[in-house]
Nanobody, 125 residues
Framework: QVQLVESGGGLVQAGGSLRLSCAAS????????MGWFRQAPGKEREFVAG????????RYADSVKGRFTISRDNAKNTVYLQMNSLKAEDTAVYYC??????????????????WGKGTLVTVSA
């Protein structure tokens, strides 16, 4: 099975940037669509960004489009989320996700069969 470990979270001022990393271990990383989700206090976990197996297709939630960029390096078994122009409403626990083998691109939690434990991003207003 796949293990996912996020890093890069922390406290940042509004308008600043962070880059999250997700290191994957186990089989078939390059054969899986990957994604990022987040969960703010009192809210359901929501989709943030997804990337296809080869990295050629990406998709973003409207709330982050133009500010966040998802990428992957299959040689390093790592997926990234570059977050720019951060806002207070971006504060959440961010989770890395690996898609089921049949999924072309992750867009909902139904597409996911492996989750990381999450990394906290706090954006000060």
């Amino acid at each position: 099975q796949v293990q996912l470990v996020e890093s890069g979270g922390g406290l940042v001022q509004a308008g600043g940037s962070l880059r999250l990393s997700c290191a994957a271990s186990g089989p078939t990383f390059s054969g899986r669509a990957m994604g990022w989700f987040r969960q703010a206090p009192g809210k359901e976990r929501e989709f943030v960004a997804g990337i296809s197996r080869g990295g050629g297709t990406t998709r973003y939630a409207d709330s982050v489009k133009g500010r966040f960029t998802i990428s992957r390096d299959n040689a390093k078994n790592t997926v990234y989320l570059q977050m720019n122009s951060l806002k207070a409403e971006d504060t959440a626990v961010y989770y890395c996700a690996a898609g089921r083998s049949t999924i072309v691109i992750v867009t909902t939690s139904y597409d996911v069969n492996y989750w990381g434990k999450g990394t906290l991003v706090t954006v000060s207003a």
